[in-house]
T-cell receptor, first 111, second 112 residues
Framework: DAKTTQPTSMDCAEGRAANLPCNHSTISGNEYVYWYRQIHSQGPQYIIHGLKNNETNEMASLIITEDRKSSTLILPHATLRDTAVYYCIVRPPEYGNKLVFGAGTILRVKS | DAGITQSPRYKITETGRQVTLMCHQTWSHSYMFWYRQDLGHGLRLIYYSAAADITDKGEVPDGYVVSRSKTENFPLTLESATRSQTSVYFC???????????FGSGTRLTVV
């Protein structure tokens, strides 16, 4: 699996966009980028994933750079309930479907 | 109700006892997983299963046993519980290699 680097923590004002970066400079051509989050004491929650193109769903947008060496998860209008640990994971689809979680980014949304 | 459910939600057991954590999903997802989460170690994969009767080890399988006789169930057994197995255990399922995981609410296990 490609290694990912995320900031340890970030703050965001309520109602503003939260932009969470992830560096994956050693990513291979067939590796997908996945984002999950974990709100305190709950199970992790799938947010979004992508391969090359930018993706958007009801929760967030995923922007992947053209060289695929980094990506940004965007929460367009952060709320206090978005305070969580956010995990960026890269993995090839044939990797036994296993996900290996790193330390993630603690996002604190403040009023 | 559709979803993935874990039971029990909380469990206290004594050292040396056998304990089984249950996981049940209603989507007929092929893949199921067990993770444990500890302070300072994050989420670590214990075992996973690609289909009924197919299981494989993850990062930290020692001391655990799994089975998958039915697609919807994936129990995790601690054969002889130790204090180091005190943790929060999460079960997850996935429809396939490209799809995201759906996690259960977790079982908080304390071994005394």
């Amino acid at each position: 699996d490609a290694k990912t680097t995320q900031p340890t923590s970030m703050d965001c004002a309520e109602g503003r966009a939260a932009n969470l970066p992830c560096n994956h400079s050693t990513i291979s051509g067939n590796e997908y980028v996945y984002w999950y989050r974990q709100i305190h004491s709950q199970g992790p929650q799938y947010i979004i994933h992508g391969l090359k193109n930018n993706e958007t769903n009801e929760m967030a947008s995923l922007i992947i750079t053209e060289d695929r060496k980094s990506s940004t998860l965007i929460l367009p209008h952060a709320t206090l309930r978005d305070t969580a640990v956010y995990y960026c994971i890269v993995r090839p689809p044939e990797y036994g479907n296993k996900l290996v979680f790193g330390a993630g980014t603690i996002l604190r949304v403040k009023s | 109700d559709a979803g993935i459910t874990q039971s029990p939600r909380y469990k206290i057991t004594e050292t040396g006892r056998q304990v089984t954590l249950m996981c049940h999903q209603t989507w007929s997802h092929s893949y199921m997983f067990w993770y444990r989460q500890d302070l300072g170690h994050g989420l670590r994969l214990i075992y996973y299963s690609a289909a009924a009767d197919i299981t494989d080890k993850g990062e930290v399988p020692d001391g655990y046993v799994v089975s998958r006789s039915k697609t919807e169930n994936f129990p995790l057994t601690l054969e002889s519980a130790t204090r180091s197995q005190t943790s929060v255990y999460f079960c997850a399922s996935s429809a396939g290699p490209v799809y995201g995981y759906t996690f259960g609410s977790g079982t908080r296990l304390t071994v005394v």
